[in-house]
């Protein structure tokens, strides 16, 4: 069974960090395209950092560029979203998710193209 697991969100100042983490149980990261969303009250789910399987390029969407950055370890099998810089609009609950039907990258952010998801984690940023 494919499970995705996130941890790392908490209660942070506008301009610290976090780095959230994604455990993948069921499934090797560096063979699947894995993408980190989060989605504020009131708002859609946001497509914010994709990493593909291949050669493990990565994509941002323009809010988080320059301050966010995805990685994975292929040996403890998890995916990270370093998040520096934050800010009271980065608010939101944080989650990962898989992709099997991405072939390429260019509708990464569409979340109905994702078809595991983990159960989010609150990351809330005070002014």
């Known amino acids: 069974e494919v499970q995705l697991v996130e941890s790392g969100g908490d209660l942070v100042q506008a301009g610290g960090s976090l780095i959230l983490s994604c455990e993948a149980k069921?499934?090797?990261?560096?063979?699947?395209?894995i993408a980190w969303f989060r989605q504020a009250p009131g708002k859609e789910r946001e497509g914010i950092s994709y990493?593909?399987?291949?050669?493990?390029?990565?994509f941002y969407t323009d809010s988080v560029k320059g301050r966010f950055t995805i990685s994975r370890d292929n040996v403890k099998n998890m995916v990270y979203l370093q998040m520096n810089s934050l800010k009271p609009e980065d608010t939101a609950v944080y989650y990962c998710a898989r992709s099997t039907y991405l072939s390429g990258s260019m509708y990464w952010r569409r979340p109905n193209l994702y078809d595991r998801w983990g159960q989010g984690t609150q990351v809330t940023v005070s002014s």
């Open positions: 069921g499934i090797a990261v560096d063979e699947h395209n």
């Open positions: 990493i593909r399987s291949s050669g493990g390029t990565s």
